[in-house]
């Protein structure tokens, strides 16, 4: 009993003493610490630090109001994105959640959305463009079989209503793809008009993207490649 009354009396030395007389936090903003100056009798100026000598200025901004994630000031340069490269590589931050408002955006517009994840996904010209086959897991117990799919892309084209601006392919997890494979993205809307495509290629602090041809080398759209 004694050891146990000791050992409990050395963790609670190591912890903090509870503050009952606690103020309220003021609102996140930008603060700004401040020693106070005083001006001598030779000239100089001297620094009191001394805790009554240091001033706490805090500013408040539009962010601390409606949340900064709210405030997305480059919707509109990602709309004229998305219709003058129509495929791009976008880089999200960690947490996740910033791509949802983006991807709203593009629903409001009139588009419609095939999520694909890159892991599991084989030959992206196959897949997207291509009847291809599929072996269902048999399990041991069943014959193995084989069945074809048609082309997901064309597939979901054919179902869009007539007021459907386009189709998104969204890829998530698309930093598991080969350079080629990440080619043939970037150039699927070339060959089907109506698609748009958007990969998820890494993360970043903020939310970002970039044409997806310009970082798997191919050239812009307008550009010629020069012959040398």
């Known amino acids: 009993m004694a050891a146990a009354a000791a050992y409990f009396a050395f963790q609670g030395a190591l912890l903090p003493p509870l503050n009952h007389n606690h103020k309220h936090l ?13 001006i001598g009798k030779n000239g100089r100026s001297t620094r009191h630090d001394h805790k009554k000598g240091v001033t706490t200025k805090c500013s408040i901004g539009l962010g601390d109001f409606i949340g900064g994630d709210l405030i997305k000031f480059d919707l509109g340069q990602w709309l ?7 495929a791009l590589a976008i880089y999200s931050p960690h947490e996740g959640g910033y791509e949802g408002r983006y991807l709203n955006r593009l629903l409001y517009q009139g588009y419609h959305f095939l999520d694909l994840s890159a892991r599991g996904l084989g ?8 009847f291809h086959p599929v072996c269902p897991a048999h399990v041991g117990k069943q014959p193995i079989a084989r069945w074809y799919f048609p082309p997901e892309v064309d597939y979901r084209l054919s179902l869009l209503p007539p007021n459907a601006k ?22 699927l809307p070339s060959l089907r008009p109506r698609v748009r495509v958007i990969a998820e290629c890494g993360n970043w602090r903020k939310f970002m993207w970039k044409p997806l041809k310009e970082i798997t080398g191919l050239p812009a759209t307008g550009e010629q490649v020069s012959n040398q």
């Open 166 to 187: 386009g189709l998104v392919v969204w890829i998530i997890e698309a930093k598991v793809l080969s350079k080629a494979e990440l080619q043939f993205l970037a150039i």
């Open 80 to 86: 004229s994105d998305v219709e003058e490269h129509k």
């Open 26 to 38: 003021p609102l996140q903003g930008h603060c700004i610490k401040r020693k106070a100056t005083t």
């Open 123 to 130: 030959d992206p010209e196959t897949t997207l463009t291509k």
